[in-house]
C-alpha cells in the first residue's frame, strides 16, 4: 500500500507554534523532506525529532521528485516541511503533490502558520474577503500588478524582502488613493513583531531609518 504524504505547516519564527499533530506525525513518519536540512534542524532538535531527512526545495530537479515518490510506492511515509509557515504558500511543494496525486498517493495536509493570514488577522483591515498574491514580480509586469492592488475590491495581501519594502511603497504610492490605508506586518510570531498601519506617507515615516531588516507581509485596504 501507498505511503501517505503530510504537507506540514511549520512556525514562522516562533518555535512554540507547532501543533501537537504536526509533532506526532513529524515523530511517526519515515523521511521528513526539508526545503532546507539545515534550517529545519534547529526545529528538529528542538523537539527531539530524530527522524531521516531529505532535501526538497525550488531547485530539486525530477529525480528528486521521483526518489520521494518512489519511496511513498514503497509505503513510507514522507512529511514535507519548508523553512517557514506552509509548505506550498510561495514556497516548494506544488511538483511533488501534482506527482504524488499523479501516482493516486493520499496528500494530507496538516495546518498551522502561514504568514499571510498572521498578518492579516491582526491587521485591521477587512478580511471577508482578500487577495494573495505571494512575492510581487521585480520587473515585468510589477506596474500591472500595482494597477490591479488600487482598483482591488479585496484586501490585497502580499510578501515583500526587507530590501525592496521601501521601494515597493514609494511605487504603490503613485498608484494608490492618498488615503488608502495599508497594514505592515513586521517578525511575526518573533521578538520585534510589529504592526506599522496608516497610509504610506504614515507607514514610511514610522519604519525604522536606513535598509529595513526582517521578514514583511504588506496588506492594502480595498477603497
Ligand atoms: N510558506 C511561508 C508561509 O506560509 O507564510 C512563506 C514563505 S516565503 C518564502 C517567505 C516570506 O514570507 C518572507 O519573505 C516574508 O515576506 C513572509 N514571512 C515569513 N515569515 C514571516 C514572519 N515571521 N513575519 C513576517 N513575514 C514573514
Same mark, same amino acid.
Given at each position: 500500500m501507498n505511503g501517505i504524504l503530510y504537507i506540514i505547516a511549520t512556525p514562522i519564527g516562533n518555535l $512554540? *507554534?507547532?501543533t501537537f499533530r504536526a509533532k506526532r506525525i513529524l515523530e511517526t513518519v519515515d523521511w521528513i523532506a526539508c526545503e532546507d536540512t539545515r534550517h529545519s534542524s534547529i526545529l528538529l532538535n528542538h523537539y527531539g525529532i530524530r527522524k531521516p531527512t531529505i532535501s526538497f526545495h525550488s531547485h530539486s530537479g525530477v529525480t528528486k521528485v521521483e526518489k520521494i515518490i518512489e519511496a511513498l510506492v514503497e509505503g513510507k511515509s514522507v512529511a514535507l516541511i519548508s *523553512? &517557514? #509557515? +506552509? %509548505? #506550498?504558500?510561495? *514556497? %516548494?511543494a506544488y511538483v511533488l503533490i501534482q506527482a504524488a496525486l499523479k501516482d493516486k498517493i493520499q496528500v494530507v495536509p496538516v495546518p498551522g502558520p502561514s504568514a499571510v493570514v498572521t498578518a492579516l488577522c &491582526?491587521? #485591521?483591515? %477587512? +478580511?471577508d474577503k482578500f487577495l494573495y498574491l505571494g512575492f510581487l514580480p521585480v520587473k515585468k509586469g510589477r506596474q500591472t500588478l500595482f494597477k490591479a492592488i488600487a482598483d482591488s475590491p479585496y484586501t490585497v495581501v502580499f510578501y515583500e524582502s526587507p530590501h525592496r519594502l521601501l521601494r515597493t511603497l514609494s511605487e504603490l504610492e503613485k498608484v494608490l488613493k492618498r488615503d488608502t490605508q495599508l497594514a505592515v506586518a513586521k $517578525?511575526? +510570531?518573533?521578538?520585534h513583531e510589529t504592526f506599522f498601519r496608516g497610509t504610506v506617507a504614515d507607514i514610511q515615516k514610522k519604519l525604522p531609518a536606513g535598509n529595513p531588516k526582517g521578514e514583511y507581509v504588506v496588506m492594502v485596504k480595498p477603497n
Amino acid at each position: 500500500m501507498n505511503g501517505i504524504l503530510y504537507i506540514i505547516a511549520t512556525p514562522i519564527g516562533n518555535l $512554540e *507554534d507547532l501543533t501537537f499533530r504536526a509533532k506526532r506525525i513529524l515523530e511517526t513518519v519515515d523521511w521528513i523532506a526539508c526545503e532546507d536540512t539545515r534550517h529545519s534542524s534547529i526545529l528538529l532538535n528542538h523537539y527531539g525529532i530524530r527522524k531521516p531527512t531529505i532535501s526538497f526545495h525550488s531547485h530539486s530537479g525530477v529525480t528528486k521528485v521521483e526518489k520521494i515518490i518512489e519511496a511513498l510506492v514503497e509505503g513510507k511515509s514522507v512529511a514535507l516541511i519548508s *523553512d &517557514a #509557515g +506552509t %509548505p #506550498g504558500i510561495s *514556497d %516548494p511543494a506544488y511538483v511533488l503533490i501534482q506527482a504524488a496525486l499523479k501516482d493516486k498517493i493520499q496528500v494530507v495536509p496538516v495546518p498551522g502558520p502561514s504568514a499571510v493570514v498572521t498578518a492579516l488577522c &491582526a491587521s #485591521g483591515l %477587512p +478580511t471577508d474577503k482578500f487577495l494573495y498574491l505571494g512575492f510581487l514580480p521585480v520587473k515585468k509586469g510589477r506596474q500591472t500588478l500595482f494597477k490591479a492592488i488600487a482598483d482591488s475590491p479585496y484586501t490585497v495581501v502580499f510578501y515583500e524582502s526587507p530590501h525592496r519594502l521601501l521601494r515597493t511603497l514609494s511605487e504603490l504610492e503613485k498608484v494608490l488613493k492618498r488615503d488608502t490605508q495599508l497594514a505592515v506586518a513586521k $517578525e511575526l +510570531t518573533k521578538i520585534h513583531e510589529t504592526f506599522f498601519r496608516g497610509t504610506v506617507a504614515d507607514i514610511q515615516k514610522k519604519l525604522p531609518a536606513g535598509n529595513p531588516k526582517g521578514e514583511y507581509v504588506v496588506m492594502v485596504k480595498p477603497n
